[in-house]
């Protein structure tokens, strides 16, 4: 299933990146909520990856409604963008929430 036919749907997220871990890799620290959408395929072979917004702690699975898209146009790998149901964010807090890994790909943020 491609990254759009989740646009607009509630999903659970299995995070393997919570809210304050720092990256294995990189170093940096999540300050969101990171995951992955379990038995999923995306662009790179790996299971489709999450940011979950508006959760502002640790956590380790999340159901909420996947708001937008962030395709990255120099790379295989979309990512959802999970929120609280009812909850919105405008593209612009969207960008400044995960600039602390978008920063390093070009992408847009695709809604409905």
Known sequence: ???KNYLNKVVTVKIDRPFGSSHPKHGFIYPINY???PNTISGDGEELDCYVLGVFEPIETYTGKCIAIIHRTNDDDDKLVIVPEGKEYSDDAIEALVEFQEQYFKHIIIRK
């Open 1 to 3: 299933m491609g990254s």
């Open 35 to 37: 995951g992955y959408i």
